[in-house]
Structures are given as structure tokens and as C-alpha cells.
């Protein structure tokens, strides 16, 4: 089982990044997908899911601002963050849904002026 997150970075409130997620083939092809993050102090939250069918749901919290997307033939699940605002700082984690017990080693988001 293998996650590699890639992608993050220090961004300006109001813009934009996509994060992406190389996931094994043993869980890309059986499972939904998800997005995480953990901010500082917080505990890790789900921020977004999708099927393999591409059926997706959202936290509230990022709603019409992220999308998650997925390509089945590269085993790699996507997020286009856009609307950024410090509140999403995190780092941002993939994982099957619901989450396996195995983390790859995340990507950091960093959104400040």
C-alpha cells in the first residue's frame, strides 16, 4: 500500500493549487477516495470524497471552492483548491474512504500574504 501526496505549497488567500495523490493499485481499484487535512492543534478531517464511479461529495467547509476528481487509468486522485483562504493551511492527505490505517506522508498547504 502505497499514498504519495505532491503538490502543495505557500499560496495567497484567493489562489489557487492542485494537489495530487499516487495511490496502489490495490486500493484505487476497490475503494472510494478521499481528501484529508490536519491543521495545527486540530484533529485530521475529511474534506473530500469520490467513487469510482466519479460521484463526489464536500465538507462544508470547502464547498464550491475544491474539487475532487480522479484519473482510474494513472491510479491518482486529484484536488483543485481554489478561493484559498489561511483557514485551509493543513497538510492534505489521500486515503481510501473510509481511511485505511496507512498515511502517506502528506503535502503541506500553506495559504498567507
Known amino acids: 500500500v502505497q499514498l504519495v501526496e505532491s503538490g502543495g505549497g505557500l499560496v495567497q488567500p484567493g489562489g489557487s493549487l492542485r494537489l495530487s495523490c499516487a495511490a496502489s493499485g490495490s486500493i484505487f481499484s476497490i475503494y472510494p477516495m478521499g481528501w484529508y487535512r490536519q491543521a495545527p492543534g486540530k484533529q485530521r478531517e475529511l474534506v473530500a470524497t469520490i467513487t469510482r464511479g466519479g460521484s463526489t461529495s464536500y465538507a462544508d467547509s470547502v464547498k464550491g471552492r475544491f474539487t475532487i476528481s480522479r484519473d482510474n487509468a494513472k491510479n491518482t486522485v486529484y484536488l483543485q483548491m481554489s478561493s484559498l483562504k489561511p483557514e485551509d493551511t493543513a497538510v492534505y492527505y489521500c486515503?481510501?474512504?473510509?481511511?485505511?490505517?496507512?498515511w502517506g506522508q502528506g503535502t503541506q498547504v500553506i495559504v498567507s500574504s
Open positions: 486515503n481510501a474512504y473510509p481511511s485505511t490505517v496507512l
